[in-house]
């Protein structure tokens, strides 16, 4: 917890000193590790020579370093003890109210980066597809977000096959959660984020190997990050317009469950050939992207997904890999994530890669194969973009760390993509 103060009885807690070279990453190295590394309790920063050196928009990362260091995952032993909340009081902030605001709007977006994590960290019998949808609904009660939970039957008649391809092999049914923000009446504009909520993915018959059961519940990670974005746009009042969809639902191993070879047709009426069944993330991603273009209007789409080990092979785990369609979108999408210190490569999109995912028999087909895993699996969903400002971003290997790279890290889930989201629909809201 911060707190605002011009005076503090608390003990001072000394930071190294600010140097001009550090960039947004390494102010969040320090703070965090600072306050990792204090073991009395609650304490006092002083904030003023960063201030000085680094002007006032260094304290996002300060704030944000501090509250992640704080961050505690939760633990389901009841030998656990209740620990008392750390509180630390900000000094030298006296008069600077653009300082204040940006602690305050930071606190908001480390809520949503928090939400995200605990989302991903769950246990999958604790978060079945319906309970996440509630959670996020409850994240959002008191600011301004309108809700819709399309159920498995509204799904049904919508003609969301994709989607419940993969729904379906489950006893807890799917859903789709619709989140709206509308922060900007003046603009018909509306930038949509979706993002993948597999809350438990066994790969169906085309089964994970035991070595990789052990993340299967945290294949919700992207969902969990658009609603957490969401949360912090509306907390801070962005002059935004934002539609958040998340579908939600397992992939697991029924009689009644997809196979290879099986032909579906997606909700924009493209068909599909499956090819491997556990490329679900992009089935359900398809039927949510092309729900956001055709029936909620959205000017431009993100899609965040933890969608492909392949992720790994090409940025490891301090970065992300990304593609983009739309010029513009993507340099407003450089300057949000120059905000957030988030890191992303963009791949290239070749002809050659769209072939990869030509079926003979369907539209196209859920696989391209064993190489350039992360380009055919983003181009897929490229396809039912309809062709609006388009970037994908894949966290497969930023959403978890089991050893943590940086110091604002905990071991598990990280957060990724919620300031990122966040920073780049809040610089549509500046230019609009």
Request: aromatic content about 8%; some cysteine.
């Amino acid at each position: 917890m911060l707190r605002i103060v011009e005076t503090s009885m608390l003990p001072v807690l000394t930071c190294p000193e600010p140097t001009e070279k550090m960039d947004r990453i390494a102010v969040k190295e320090v703070f965090a590790k600072a306050v990792k590394e204090w073991k009395g309790g609650s304490f006092a920063l002083d904030l003023s020579n960063w201030i000085a050196l680094k002007g006032t928009d260094c304290l996002r990362d300060a704030a944000e370093g501090i509250l992640l260091a704080l961050y505690k995952p939760a633990k389901y032993s009841k030998k656990q003890s209740e620990e008392p909340e750390t509180v630390v009081e900000l000094i030298g902030l006296r008069g600077n109210e653009e300082a204040k605001e940006v602690i305050r709007e930071t606190e908001h977006v480390v809520k949503g980066i928090v939400f995200a994590r605990n989302m991903t960290n769950m246990p999958g019998n604790m978060l079945r597809p319906l309970d996440f949808a509630g959670k996020v609904a409850e994240l959002v009660e008191q600011v301004p977000v309108e809700v819709e939970i399309l159920s498995r039957e509204r799904l049904a008649e919508l003609g969301m096959n994709a989607m419940l391809a993969v729904g379906d092999s489950s006893a807890y049914p799917p859903c789709l959660a619709i989140l709206r923000y509308r922060g900007n009446p003046d603009t018909k504009e509306i930038t949509g984020l979706v993002g993948k909520g597999v809350t438990c993915d066994t790969g169906g018959y085309c089964l994970k190997n035991a070595g990789s059961m052990m993340g299967i519940r945290g294949d919700m990670a992207g969902g969990a990050a658009v609603a957490g974005a969401i949360y912090a746009l509306a907390a801070n009042g962005v002059k935004v317009n934002v539609t958040g969809l998340i579908p939600m639902c397992e992939n697991r191993i029924s009689p009644g469950s997809y196979l290879p070879g099986d032909v579906i047709t997606a909700y924009d009426g493209q068909t599909i050939q499956i090819v491997n069944t556990d490329a679900e993330g992009r089935l359900m991603l398809g039927d949510a992207v092309a729900y956001a273009v055709r029936t909620e209007s959205v000017s431009q789409v993100v899609d965040i997904a933890t969608l492909t080990g392949a992720a790994v092979g090409i940025t490891a785990f301090g970065a992300a890999p990304c593609l983009a369609e739309g010029e513009a979108f993507y340099e407003e999408f450089l300057e949000g994530i120059g905000l957030s210190g988030e890191r992303y490569l963009r791949l290239p999109i070749y002809p050659e890669y769209e072939k990869m995912i030509e079926s003979e028999v369907a539209d196209m087909k859920n696989s391209g194969g064993k190489f350039a895993g992360t380009i055919t699996a983003g181009l897929f969903i490229r396809k039912f973009a309809a062709g609006r400002p388009w970037i994908h971003l894949d966290i497969a290997g930023t959403s978890w760390v089991e050893k943590p790279i940086y110091e604002f890290q905990a071991k598990g889930a990280t957060g990724a993509g919620v300031t990122s989201m966040y920073y780049l629909c809040r610089r549509k809201g500046r230019s609009l």
